[in-house]
């Protein structure tokens, strides 16, 4: 390919040597990591060295922070679906569950990401799709950071309708339920919006700690108990809450 730049490619290669598990590496390492010759390596080394990117005691290479700076630019670019969609991938992957990222917006919750394996409900949820905050768990788990007067506020409007027998439709009942929520980090709903749908959900903080998003996973709950939700679904999603809060907290330098 004409426009190709060899010598660019090269050097990536070599950055691409470093790893976690290689944090530190030998001339000779880079050279066969990359394929390069001996000769190569150094001169490329050597360049990344004197712009910053590599650090050298003189036998021993390592990358430095300065590197960041090479995925800052896209990082700057992104929007929190953007962030959270290959998380939310990796999460309904490995839990076999459908996965999703909302916000609130006023009374309701929004829908801003999602990665549907099967079809639980009787709507089909999109982007955009809003449900009412109070019976959802991403609904609990944004409610439960809202600021005391502001939680006061909503449950004051009175707009608890019953979706199912077992919504919770008192606000003494469902304050109860967000002081639950508030103090252990999570919210789980069982079959309060629809029959036979299960969901637990995580707050996504900000760098300042402030809750400005929730990711959850959803379930049937003839194919999913309580506690097995607790013991096979609870972990892989707060795993998945936390990567994208340092996604987030990434991008919020990147755009410092």
């Not at 449950?155 to 304050?175: E, N």
């Not at 339920?177 to 036979?196: C, F, P, T, Y």
Request: hydrophobic residues 45%; positive net charge; aromatic residues 4%.
């Amino acid at each position: 390919m004409v426009d190709h730049v060899q010598s660019l490619a090269r050097g990536l290669a070599v950055i691409r040597a470093f790893s976690a598990a290689e944090p530190e590496l030998t001339l000779s390492q880079v050279a066969r990591a990359t394929g390069l010759s001996r000769a190569a390596a150094r001169r490329f080394l050597i360049t990344l060295t004197d712009l910053g990117y590599v650090r050298s005691d003189g036998r021993l290479f390592a990358l430095t922070p300065r590197v960041l700076e090479l995925g800052f630019a896209y990082l700057s670019s992104l929007s929190l679906p953007e962030v959270a969609d290959p998380h939310l991938e990796r999460l309904a992957a490995e839990v076999h569950e459908s996965a999703s990222v909302a916000v609130l917006d006023g009374e309701d919750v929004v829908y801003v990401a999602r990665v549907a394996t099967t079809r639980i409900m009787r709507v089909t949820i999109s982007i955009g799709t809003r449900f009412p905050a109070y019976c959802t768990s991403m609904g609990r788990v944004l409610l439960a950071a809202l600021p005391p007067e502001q939680l006061d506020a909503y449950l004051k409007q009175g707009g608890l309708r019953r979706r199912t027998s077992r919504t919770i439709v008192l606000p003494a009942a469902l304050r109860a339920e967000l002081d639950q929520v508030r103090g252990r980090g999570w919210a789980m709903v069982d079959q309060e919006l629809e029959e036979g749908l299960r969901s637990i959900a995580a707050p996504i903080r900000d760098r300042a700690g402030r809750t400005v998003a929730a990711v959850n996973v959803s379930t049937h709950a003839s194919r999913t108990s309580m506690q097995a939700a607790r013991r096979d679904l609870l972990p892989p999603l707060l795993a998945t809450a936390a990567r994208i809060e340092a996604d987030l907290a990434s991008l919020s330098v990147a755009r410092a």
